[in-house]
């Protein structure tokens, strides 16, 4: 097993990512690690899953991913327009190798609900248990359902893992805490955001620009 190199990410005052505002909502990524190996080496095209049970939030969210990652200059594809995902549809491991090799993917970035609830639900001992990449999907099907957002008492705890299609190891791992993110489309802007800057900061995006264009 590869030896990780493990940053764990208190935000406190300017260590956040996204800013707390006055009605009580935040967004912080808890828990980040990296393979060393692979710090300062930039992913180049990526396929892009996440799993959540509502279609169209899921297309969003993805959508969200592609733009940001094609801004720093990664090439990305989204599952839903490449997979045949619906509620009652999982998929084998072959039909996620067919779509990696037919479009020439190098990674696969997946992200899934852990928790949520009204109270911290992170667990911070998760970021010791790793998964090949079909593994993480399995996993990740457990735990499906979008929350009602309704901007306050929410707290969400979503994972995002990032890897290495050939080799099929884990390259990096995140878990980020919202609370109180008042509506769905905030709360997917407020992950996708904290993903990408903890990409950026690991070396694993180029250096190209700032961001999707408005």
């Known amino acids: 097993m590869k030896i990780w ?16 505002s006055c009605s009580g909502q935040s967004s912080r990524m808890v828990q980040s690690s990296v393979e060393e190996s692979r710090i300062d080496r930039p992913i180049k095209d990526v396929l892009i899953l996440v799993l959540v049970d ?7 969210f993805e959508k969200h991913f592609k733009d940001w990652l094609n801004a720093k ?29 037919k479009y020439e993917n190098d990674t696969i ?18 970021v010791q248990f790793f998964y090949n990449y079909y593994g993480f999907y399995n996993y990740g099907l457990g735990y499906v359902y979008w929350p009602t957002v309704y901007g306050e008492k929410v707290q969400i705890d ?5 890897y290495d299609v050939k080799t099929e190891s884990l390259i990096w791992s995140g878990n980020s805490i919202l609370k109180n993110p008042e509506t769905t489309g905030k ?3 407020y992950v996708v955001e904290m993903v990408i800057q903890a990409l ?6 180029p250096k190209k620009m700032d961001g999707p264009k408005k």
């Open 5 to 20: 190199k493990i940053k764990i990410i208190l935000l406190m005052g300017t260590l956040a990512i996204l800013a707390v």
């Open 54 to 60: 509502d279609q169209e939030i899921r297309k969003i």
């Open 73 to 101: 200059g990664v090439e990305a594809i989204i599952s839903t327009k490449v997979l045949p995902i619906d509620d009652e549809t999982k998929l084998d491991k072959e039909a996620l190798i067919e779509v990696v090799d």
């Open 109 to 126: 970035l997946i992200t899934h609900i852990v928790e949520y609830g009204e109270t911290e639900v992170f667990s911070r001992d998760r």
């Open 158 to 162: 979503l994972e995002t893992r990032l």
């Open 187 to 189: 709360a997917i802007g």
């Open 200 to 205: 950026d900061e690991n070396g694993l995006l």
